[in-house]
């Protein structure tokens, strides 16, 4: 499992990934993403997205809409 960052000083470019690799088989899976205010906690931004094969990875690909610094993703592996 891997996560990549949005934010510029992490060298992000907007969006956050997420990617899964599972060495004997399918890794797809879907998941609810929804980005967090890290001074108060407030949600914004609840999408359900569905995995997409890239090379051996299944990756989601979701765009930063606000400059909250957390993203929660919950998977549900099909």
Do not use: P
């Amino acid at each position: 499992m891997e996560f990549k960052s949005a934010e510029e000083y992490a060298d992000g470019d907007g969006f956050f990934y997420l990617l899964i690799e599972k060495k004997d088989g399918d890794a797809k899976f879907k998941t609810t993403a929804q980005e967090i205010c890290d001074l108060y906690g407030k949600e914004r931004n609840r999408y359900e997205l569905q995995s997409e094969k890239d090379g051996t990875k299944e990756v989601v690909k979701y765009e930063q809409k606000y400059d909250y610094e957390y993203i929660r993703f919950n998977l549900t592996f099909l």
